[in-house]
Nanobody
Framework: QVQLQESGPGLVKSSQTLSLTCTVS??????????WNWIRQPPGKGLEWIGA???????YYSPSLKSRTSVFRDTSKDHITLQMSSVTPEDTAVYYC??????WGQGTQVTVSS
């Protein structure tokens, strides 16, 4: 069974750059005109879409996060990376990797300290 696994530092200091990776296990995902999405859920709030990397190489970002967010494929390690710069405590959330808006990772907690 194909699964997605997010990983990264659980604690980041304000103003630093957050880097998370999404790794596929249990099989492979063939490019099929879909996208790798990053979504987060701050404590006590709803889901917030961050950005996506489409199979054709195009990237899309939430307007509110676009200036400090990047989603790309690390071909050397075959995983999808989310980088977010200049983080603040408001970026504290559970971050999810989602394939084609249907296959979700379990999520990884990120806490930004002030």
């Amino acid at each position: 069974q194909v699964q997605l696994q997010e990983s990264g530092p659980g604690l980041v200091k304000s103003s630093q750059t957050l880097s998370l990776t999404c790794t596929v296990s249990g099989g492979t995902i063939t490019p099929n005109d879909a996208a790798w999405n990053w979504i987060r859920q701050p404590p006590g709030k709803g889901l917030e879409w961050i950005g996506a990397l489409h199979d054709d190489g195009a990237t899309y970002y939430s307007p509110s996060l676009k200036s400090r967010t990047s989603v790309f494929r690390d071909t050397s390690k075959d995983h999808i990376t989310l980088q977010m710069s200049s983080v603040t405590p408001e970026d504290t959330a559970v971050y999810y990797c989602v394939r084609a808006m249907s296959l979700w990772g379990q999520g990884t907690q990120v806490t930004v300290s002030s």
